[in-house]
């Protein structure tokens, strides 16, 4: 299956052409580290990119002050991963082996040459996204998690963290290694979340986990951007590799994690370019970093609450903390949520073994215990898949008698076949057993009713718009869908009834609810909002 990046252990190492460390050269200036100073620190901005000439620079264990890795930057290398392009904070000690010479380019300069050069940009980006998946795999972050098993806001911040692609260090509070009991004498043997080398954050949110990682960006601004885009899903980020393209300048707002309801699914295996299947968080990434590459901004966790509309036509969006955000068109591509059950003591329970999301951080909940997923569609599907190999089996629980109508055909064939999976149709659960960690539910199947033992349920049915932010300036439908083209009264497919404002993806009323076609609309709207722009451009 595909993943976020190349394999950095078996890249060929390929040094920048001459020309384009000359062009580094003009736009930075040289600086020497002697031995044993640090490059760049924990919690400092990938303000910088720094080339190497002569020496050598090594990733610092920042609680031994050892050396961490065998393997060291020395000339004709470059510093920094794919946290650069957003200016986001750096997560690892780099110091200097022995005297080191290097070149630093301010980060905005830097970025302007990539734009220029896009055979330096395809080199450098290649670089930084396999350094990025080295980092993630191997958990090499300032940002540590101690106890997500036990409690619901640090397995919150886990979450946002793995579905964002971003490194950090997990720990289990019944290990007994060294480095564990290190980190949990530091929180006193308490779940919590570590920023930095030994700053314990109270009252951990994936918030206040972006802030300090730098993705929650200072969005507060006096300019007018050219589009927000409210919604990091797949329509979304293609959205924004287009905006970026054609140079509008974009921002993109998401309230949970780049991905969307996509980025819950372990495995798309029917979307185009992609014959051995990828993850929605790695496809979505792969987006991201594309529309970053182009200029386009990201901000998350934020959530826009309420929208007005401006004298000169400009919308500003109110959002979750009183900030305010201008543009001159907005894209509405907030997708759809999965609806909540209405089961007693659900809320409780939901982020400790309740789950809307069936990625690797959820399976391993699934060890030694038996799954229940509900939903029918592929979604749930792909999730029943992914589970049934960490999971002692899964039950897949289905209203409908078939799943001919919601589910792709190779999926609901897998299904059908695999003997680690029991598919329960016409039926329902309808109770949820246990406290503060669930032990079972009560599955009702026609008049029959049955215990399954289990502690991870995961939730997938239906599709609930997130469009009361709207606050009534462009029209939804009964359901809360938003209303475009003919039905709006427009020959633009993806207007809606006010202008200047757009909505693609999951969220359009009408709309095949298809990653594919997610990303189709987004990609094709950008052209529609470059016109509007134009001819509005004087007004």
């Not at 290990?175 to 009991?181: F, I, K, R």
């Not at 589009?227 to 287009?242: E, F, T």
């Not at 400790?352 to 391993?364: H, I, L, P």
Request: glycine fraction near 10%.
């Amino acid at each position: 299956m595909e993943t976020l990046g190349q394999d950095l252990e078996t890249m060929r190492r390929v040094p920048l052409a001459q020309s384009h460390v000359d062009a580094i050269c003009a736009i930075g200036g040289e600086k020497f580290y002697p031995a044993g100073s640090i490059v760049m620190d924990i919690g400092e901005p990938l303000d910088r990119f720094v080339y190497v000439i002569e020496g050598e620079v090594e990733v610092v264990n920042p609680y031994t002050d050892e050396r961490m890795f065998e393997a060291s930057l020395g000339p004709t290398q470059f510093m920094g991963e794919i946290g650069f392009l957003s200016g986001a904070t750096n997560y690892l000690k780099m110091r200097a082996a022995r005297d080191t010479r290097v070149i630093e380019a301010p980060r905005e300069a830097m970025l302007a040459l990539m734009s220029r050069v896009p055979e330096l940009s395809d080199h450098i980006i290649t670089v930084f996204a396999a350094r990025r998946r080295k980092q993630f795999e191997l958990r090499n972050s300032a940002v540590k998690v101690i106890g997500a098993d036990r409690d619901a806001k640090v397995q919150a911040v886990e979450r946002f963290l793995s579905r964002n692609r971003i490194p950090f260090q997990s720990y289990d509070m019944d290990a007994g290694d060294a480095e564990t009991l290190q980190v949990c004498s530091l929180t006193q043997h308490e779940p919590s979340v570590i920023l930095g080398v030994d700053t314990r954050l109270e009252d951990p949110t994936p918030r206040k986990v972006a802030q300090y990682l730098g993705l929650d960006l200072d969005i507060c601004s006096r300019r007018t951007y050219d589009l927000l885009i409210v919604g990091g899903g797949p329509a979304g980020v293609a959205a924004a590799v287009y905006a970026g393209s054609e140079g509008i300048e974009a921002l993109v707002v998401e309230d949970t994690a780049v991905g969307g309801q996509a980025g819950t699914s372990s495995r798309i295996e029917n979307y185009m370019g992609f014959p051995t299947g990828i993850s929605g968080t790695d496809l979505t990434w792969r987006g991201q970093v594309q529309a970053m590459k182009f200029g386009t901004r990201f901000v998350m966790p934020r959530r826009i609450e309420a929208m007005s509309r401006r004298e000169d036509g400009a919308y500003c969006l109110t959002l979750d903390d009183g900030d305010e955000l201008c543009a001159r068109a907005v894209l509405v591509a907030t997708g759809v949520q999965y609806r909540r059950l209405p089961l007693d003591h659900l809320e409780e329970l939901e982020g400790a073994s309740v789950f809307y999301s069936a990625t690797e951080m959820e399976a391993r909940f699934c060890a030694k215990t038996e799954a229940v997923v509900i939903g029918g569609g592929n979604s749930a599907g792909q999730a029943a898949m992914f589970l049934s190999r960490a999971a002692s089996h899964v039950h897949l629980v289905v209203r409908g008698d078939s799943l001919a109508a919601s589910m792709s055909s190779y999926l609901s064939q897998r299904l059908e076949a695999d003997p680690r999976v029991t598919i329960h149709y016409r039926s329902e659960v309808t109770a949820l057993h246990g406290d503060s960690w669930l032990e079972g539910v009560t599955l009702r199947t026609g008049e029959t009713e049955r215990r399954i033992d289990t502690r991870a349920l995961f939730i997938m049915i239906g599709a609930a718009p997130n469009t009361g932010w709207l606050s009534g300036l462009a029209e939804t439908d009964a359901k809360g869908f938003v209303i475009t083209g003919a039905a709006a009264g427009q020959a633009d497919d993806y207007a809606t009834t006010a202008p200047g404002i757009f909505a693609v993806g999951d969220v359009r009323a009408g709309s095949v609810k298809r990653v594919a076609s997610a990303v189709g609309e987004g990609s094709v709207v950008v052209s529609r909002i470059w016109q509007y722009l134009e001819d509005t451009r004087s007004i």
